[in-house]
C-alpha cells in the first residue's frame, strides 16, 4: 500500500524511509513510525467536549473510517463527510468547509 501525503510525498507506510519530503519540509520518518502507534482512540474516549469533525472522502492519507470511528466515540461531536474532497481541503469545497469550521467556533 502506498500513502501520498501531498503530490510531492509518496511512501509505504509498512516502510517508511528516514526521511519524507512534505510540501518541501524533509520530516523525519521517526515522526511517522511514531504516528503509527499512538493510541488514539483510546485517548480519545475521555474528551468529553465538542468536537467538529471533517474529512475528505477522497482523502488518501487518513481513511474517512477513522472519522467515522472518532465520531462513535465523541458523542458530542458532528461528522461531516465532503464528497470529492482530499486530505489537505484545498479542493472546490474549501469555502464549505470554512463555513462549517466558523459556524463551530460561533457556537
Not at 519524507?20 to 482512540?41: C, D, H, K, M, W
Not at 467538529?52 to 472519522?67: E, F, M, Q, R, T
Amino acid at each position: 500500500m502506498t500513502t501520498n501525503l501531498l503530490p510531492v510525498s509518496t511512501y509505504d507506510p509498512t516502510h517508511i524511509p528516514e526521511t519524507v519530503n512534505v510540501s518541501g519540509f524533509e520530516v523525519g520518518g521517526a515522526y511517522f513510525r511514531t504516528a503509527q502507534l499512538l493510541p488514539i482512540y483510546q485517548t480519545a474516549e475521555h474528551y468529553n467536549r465538542e468536537a467538529l469533525l471533517i474529512h475528505g472522502l477522497a482523502d488518501k492519507v487518513v481513511s474517512p473510517n477513522a472519522s467515522r470511528k472518532f465520531h462513535t466515540l465523541l458523542p458530542k461531536s458532528e461528522l461531516h463527510l465532503i464528497p470529492d474532497e482530499g486530505h489537505m481541503f484545498n479542493g472546490k469545497n474549501r469555502p464549505e468547509i470554512l463555513k462549517l469550521v466558523g459556524e463551530f467556533l460561533i457556537k
